[in-house]
């Protein structure tokens, strides 16, 4: 069973868990025990179990309890990040510009409102400025001699259309990078042709619009990532590692938006690590590595760096075959007991999610670890949302029927052979991946005798193989590498 509360528990750092536990023993203590022993039973489960909770607090008024305990928490996070955000700072000047000129303190006022514009300027949060200046028209009016008045107004109306295109560059921006987003969450890769060709036209239609225009640095970083993006969903991965290598000089050269926009340094760096696996650039990794290092002792809270480091090092592992090196890895960091898969339930991120899934059930296969490999793949293909990443749950199913077949499992190999051949007909995935594979696990199932079969599998290889060499095949096999883990199938074995 899943809470929200549950994960919204464990979501916090360490420093938020213990600013929470410093508030609510500052609290009257009928009022604090009434969610705090809730909160210790929630925190101290690794899996949600609300049987066992109301066991021992009793069930009246639980869901109240439950409810008081949120707005606990959510207090708690509003005061300890209260001031934390440039936002927030701006804010907090302007409310005090606000107050002063009330009071008629005009120099204080004047003083607050300098602040808000410089952390403006500073951070280049652009609508802020805008709505300083209408702010600071009632100071001018009130403090400034008239030929003041009218250099101030001069200047204001010089600047606009410079922010305002700023805006409306950012907008575009932000626009298109939400078309890919929306495009990645539908598909790991974009396999039809004219769907390929409509996304690097676009990308081709924002670098002619906003070509010598000055953008603001976060809308740099925005621009390379879409383009980064982009050019990976269309399966050019040196294109894409350029636009990203371009995104992490844009963070080098404006170190301030790494402050404002960690989350998304963070996934730069992971990215350009990603594509340096997959394109064997030795060389390059060791600086990746390194840098993501350093976040992670900078940012030893952040749960998303933690799991950008699993993923890289499992795959890195795969890279170089290193199977059971990557086995210890996984059950060393990764909770992986039972069928929960715990670790599953704590990403959000689909993308990184399926890698994480894909990477783990390779090394259960190379090692031989079918029961586990199985638990792997019903618990994913049970949980998995079909609308998001289609070809990944394709490719899930069609292992799964490899992993039948193997295991000689003829009948549930058969019957899942003919699901997945209705379902990529029904959802008109019948690439030439599909077509392969649905002829191969036929054949496969047709001759139940070995010495057939594994005459079978390395023709398929083959093929597979061949279609590694054209586009098509390397988006397919990026997540999971079918024709590797096959070269290593032998039917043959007892």
Not at 22 to 33: D, N
Not at 317 to 322: E, L, R, T, V
């Given at each position: ?56 607090i009793g ?6 309890q ?38 008629g ?68 921006i ?14 790991e ?117 933690v ?10 592992f ?11 890895y ?71 029927v ?34 392969l ?32 060499m ?25």
């Amino acid at each position: 069973m899943k809470s929200d509360l549950h994960t919204f528990i464990h979501s916090l750092t360490q420093n938020e868990k213990r600013y929470f536990k410093l508030q609510a023993s500052l609290g009257f203590e009928g009022t604090r025990k009434s969610y705090w022993q809730l909160y210790e039973l929630i925190h101290g489960q690794k899996n949600y179990d609300e049987k066992s909770i109301k066991s021992q607090i009793g069930s009246h008024r639980f869901a109240q309890q439950k409810k008081d305990l949120e707005e606990k928490l959510l207090e708690s996070l509003r005061n300890y990040h209260a001031g934390k955000t440039v936002v927030e700072l701006v804010n907090f000047e302007l409310k005090n510009y606000r107050i002063y000129s009330e009071k008629g303190l005009s120099k204080r006022a004047v003083k607050c409102l300098i602040k808000a514009e410089e952390l403006a300027r500073r951070y280049e949060m652009y609508p802020e400025l805008l709505r300083i200046f209408e702010d600071s028209i009632p100071i001018i009016v009130n403090s400034a001699s008239p030929s003041q008045i009218k250099a101030q107004i001069q200047s204001i109306r010089q600047e606009i259309p410079i922010i305002q295109q700023k805006i409306e560059l950012s907008f575009l921006i932000q626009q298109d990078y939400l078309y890919f987003i929306t495009l990645n969450k539908e598909n790991e890769f974009l396999r039809r042709e004219e769907v390929a060709n409509a996304a690097l036209d676009l990308i081709s239609q924002l670098s002619d619009k906003i070509s010598n225009c000055n953008l603001s640095a976060l809308s740099q970083a925005q621009f390379h990532y879409l383009c980064g993006l982009g050019y990976f969903l269309c399966g050019q991965f040196s294109e894409s590692q350029n636009a990203f290598f371009k995104e992490f000089q844009t963070y080098e050269q404006f170190p301030i938006i790494k402050t404002t926009q960690k989350d998304s340094y963070v996934k730069c760096l992971g990215n350009n690590a990603l594509l340096s696996i997959t394109l064997s650039q030795e060389a390059k990794l060791d600086s990746w590595f390194s840098t993501n290092t350093k976040i992670n002792i900078l940012e030893h809270d952040n749960n998303i760096v933690v799991l950008y480091e699993h993923i890289l090092n499992i795959r890195l592992f795969i890279k170089k075959s290193q199977w059971l090196t990557a086995f210890q890895y996984i059950l060393k960091n990764l909770d992986l007991k039972g069928q929960s898969l715990s670790i599953f339930n704590q990403i959000s991120m689909k993308t990184e999610a399926d890698y994480m899934f894909f990477d783990i059930l390779r090394i259960y296969l190379e090692m031989n670890e079918y029961y586990e490999a199985n638990q792997h793949l019903n618990y994913y293909l049970n949980n998995v949302d079909v609308t998001q990443k289609i070809d990944n749950y394709i490719m899930a199913r069609i292992v799964f029927v490899y992993l039948q077949l193997i295991q000689r499992e003829f009948s549930v190999a058969e019957s899942e052979w003919r699901s997945l051949k209705r379902f990529i007909k029904k959802n008109k995935r019948d690439f030439i991946f599909e077509k392969l594979n649905l002829k191969c696990l036929s054949r496969l199932i047709l001759h139940p005798i070995k010495e057939k079969q594994q005459k079978i599998l390395q023709k398929f290889i083959l093929e597979l193989e061949n279609l590694k060499m054209h586009r098509e095949g390397r988006m397919t096999m990026f997540t999971f590498d079918l024709s590797e883990w096959l070269k290593g199938v032998n039917l043959m074995r007892k």
